[in-house]
């Protein structure tokens, strides 16, 4: 059973009124039920996002520069929280309203059902952007909205270890505009709240996550540079595989990839180990979020349908995915074993009984994980792939197009995001007979 912050009780009512004062809209509340949510997502796995969304039954979501807005009601709003694998984060729009000086501001922020959002005493952080607007001032606008908002600040690890007094909002405020992809951003405690002034327009949206949902629970091992866990999925999406073919990555590292995989191919939500915000915001409903996990479990597959295998050269790689794939709850759905590239050899085949599978691997890049040998690695790959499994799709996060050439498959970009600071494709093809 999907589990959440400690339940509350139930509060006098679950979405705020709505308020027609003249310049206000109420936050995407015109339908009573409906949310205006934003699942921010690393620019490039927008349309990932979006599809992902569909298949939850969200009608028309929109792509946006960094994430996807869709209309929910609060069940959907859950269920994203619950079932999104290539999403960062989930945020509300509570409020938007014009201002174009500090006491429209403040005026305005007074008006702001907070009670319904964040509880009373929680600690909360701030995070502002402008762009083209006579508010530009970030820091200032971060203090009216703290001031409004009577709560404490929360007080990051590091400031409480710094110097006494210091500010404690995380975060940087910047002009850019949307919410940025945040997976890095080592500091969950505090509800998130995101002001963002527009030309003058001041929207706040209000974190519904919590800890990036990337941050499945399970990986608290690591090999040599791996993937967060919502871009491993994301490859898997937009791969096309849906869970019913053999599945190969014989460059796990900790075994994000095949874990991921496994996930996928259980049907079981990414965010079944962990707790959401919006389990502490006062008007969370219990019964709605209960309902969406039992509806969760009762989807979930005892074991995965189809051969998932993980290899890699490096022992002790094997031995973190294998701790991971446990915490995962999915160690007996993975053949997480050592072995080098030169010994790959074809998974049983899956249920269809066709022999083909698929090849979703991140390679070293040369960046991230050096080596003098690279090209030499990536021929070799593709010597391997074509004697062992043509046929087979392969899937691999690549920095460099001349490098994957060398493997001498056809390929064609499917995604473009960045990688731990680096510009990364990721590139599938067919691999041919030898
Ligand atoms: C970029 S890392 C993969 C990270 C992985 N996706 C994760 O999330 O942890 C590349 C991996 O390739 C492995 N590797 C490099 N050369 C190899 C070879 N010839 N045979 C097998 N594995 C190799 C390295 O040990 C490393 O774990």
Redesign the pocket.
């Known amino acids: 059973m999907p589990s959440t912050a400690e339940p509350r009780p139930r509060p006098p009512a679950g979405s705020p009124t709505h308020r027609s004062a003249r310049g206000r809209e109420s936050g995407g509340r015109s339908n009573r039920d409906k949310h205006l949510a934003f699942a921010v997502t690393a620019p490039g796995l927008e349309r990932v996002t979006a599809s992902e969304l569909e298949a939850l039954g969200i009608r028309g979501p929109r792509l946006g520069k960094g994430g996807v807005s869709f209309r929910a009601s609060t069940r959907q709003l859950y269920a994203a929280n619950l079932w999104l694998r290539s999403a960062t984060r989930v945020v509300v729009r509570i409020e938007r309203f014009r201002a174009t000086s500090f006491s429209e501001l403040e005026s305005s922020l007074r008006a702001v059902p907070w009670s319904t959002w964040v509880p009373r005493r929680a600690p909360v952080r701030v995070r502002v952007a402008s762009h083209g607007s006579k508010l530009y001032h970030t820091d200032a606008i971060e203090e009216r909205v703290v001031r409004v908002l009577d709560r404490p600040l929360h007080v990051p690890a590091r400031t409480r270890e710094g110097t006494p007094g210091e500010r404690s909002t995380v975060g940087t405020n910047d002009s850019s505009g949307a919410p940025n992809d945040d997976a890095s951003d080592g500091d969950d405690d505090g509800q998130l709240i995101l002001v963002r002034v527009n030309h003058d327009e001041v929207t706040i949206s209000i974190d519904s996550s919590g800890a990036p949902l990337s941050r499945r629970g399970y990986r608290l091992q690591?090999?040599?540079?791996?993937?967060r866990e919502n871009l491993?999925a994301a490859l898997l999406l937009a791969s096309g595989w849906d869970g019913t073919r053999p599945l190969l990555d014989?460059?796990?590292?900790?075994?994000?990839?095949a874990i991921e995989a496994a996930l996928l191919a259980r049907n079981i939500p990414p965010g079944q180990h962990r707790a959401f915000r919006f389990g502490e915001w006062p008007g969370f409903e219990p019964g709605t979020w209960a309902s969406v996990g039992a509806e969760a479990e009762a989807k979930i597959l005892d074991e995965a349908p189809v051969a998932i295998v993980g290899?890699?050269?490096?022992a002790g790689?094997i031995k973190a995915a294998q701790a991971n794939a446990e915490r995962a709850d999915v160690l007996g759905d993975i053949d997480l074993h050592e072995?080098?590239?030169s010994d790959l050899t074809a998974p049983a085949p899956g249920p269809a009984g066709d022999r083909t599978g698929w090849v979703i691997t991140?390679?070293?890049?040369g960046a991230?994980?050096g080596g003098p040998d690279l090209r030499d690695?990536y021929a070799r790959f593709g010597q391997v792939l074509r004697e062992q499994v043509p046929g087979w799709h392969l899937g691999m996060l690549v920095a460099d197009h001349r490098l994957a050439g060398q493997t001498k498959v056809r390929l064609e970009e499917q995604l473009r995001v960045a990688n731990g600071g680096l510009r990364v494709s990721y590139v599938t093809g067919v691999i041919p007979a030898p």
Do not use: E, H, M
């Not at 690591?222 to 993937?227: I, N």
């Not at 290899?311 to 490096?314: E, H, K, L, M, S």
């Open positions: 690591t090999a040599k540079a791996p993937l491993a014989p460059l796990c590292g900790s075994g994000t990839i290899t890699d050269r490096d790689a072995a080098a590239i991140n390679p070293p890049y991230r994980v690695l």
